[in-house]
């Protein structure tokens, strides 16, 4: 225990890297780290046992003879750490079901829920991250997306949840004096918030679709703030810092009190259809299964912001 208490696992893993690319340089970009790190490190090492490592030859380094009888068991060793972190990955796998989301919509509908999830999942733990390309649902450990998109890679199944209506809405003060706040020219002129899409979800309706969709044109439609979250975004709209295309769903908590308020009303609003996304085979398929018809069930109960099935 003593020897792996003190095992220098930095200062050998720049010595790998170094030995493999054969420079300095070329390991610390492998790393991520500078050259002199990299250097400091090595000598770090020779110091420490006491023999020379590595020697320079012009713009590149080699080993000692002593530190090339080593590396084949370094090598070993990090690929055995490798395997069992994998293997540790795995069990904590095991143990939990994994649920990708979009963290407005997590935070808002799903979190709230998941008590009602419980005989469902039995033992297991839930965990909820944030949205993953749905094809790299296996490789990111995910067990359930809730993604706008279906299925679509090869693998996956996928159940409807339920249909947003996207809506336009800003701060009250920032339509008080119009004389028609629910005509779509109430936008000709208002600074724009723009969610960006992330992960894969690129249906999201932006402004550029919901001028489209009412016949209109119009100049910097692409122009002010970007977000990566609609609640942050909608923070930013309480502020009266622009107006805002989003679901309904997460924009109720603030649309009920009049924080926000809906306008350009008589354009009829774009809709988003969430759905559920699983893989087909897999130690947990049955259960992903399951979970998303308890899901889809909860959400037939009603819920304000979408729409009936």
Partial sequence: MTMLRELPLSALR??????????????????????????????????????????REGN???????????????????????????????????????????????????????SRMRTVLGKLDVRIVASVALDAMPEEGVDLAISYRKGGASGLAWLDLFTERVIPACAPALVRGHIRPDAAEVLESMPLLHIDPTMGDDVYPAWRDWFTAAGRQRKGIDQGPRFGL?????????????????????????????????IARDVPALTIRRRL????????????????????????IGIDGALPQ
């Fill in 14 to 55: 720049a010595l790998l890297a170094a030995a493999r690319a054969g420079s300095l340089t070329r390991a610390a970009d492998e790393l991520g780290v500078t050259p002199g790190a990299i250097g400091h490190q090595i000598r770090q090492l020779e110091e420490r046992l006491g023999i020379k490592l590595v020697r």
């Fill in 60 to 114: 590149g380094i080699v080993l000692t003879r002593a530190a090339e009888a080593a590396l084949p068991d370094i090598d070993r060793g990090f690929d055995a750490l490798a395997s069992g972190m994998r293997r540790l990955r795995f069990e904590r796998r095991a143990e939990t079901f994994t649920i990708s989301a979009d963290p407005s919509f997590a935070s808002l509908w799903l979190a709230p829920r998941l």
């Fill in 230 to 262: 609609t609640i942050v975004a909608a923070q930013a709209a309480i502020a009266g810092i622009g107006a805002l295309l989003a679901s309904e769903l997460v924009l109720r908590r603030h649309l009920d009190p009049g924080h926000l308020v809906e």
């Fill in 277 to 300: 996304v699983w893989p087909e085979h897999g130690v947990k398929a049955r259960r992903a299964a399951a979970v998303a018809a308890e899901l889809a069930a909860i959400a037939d």
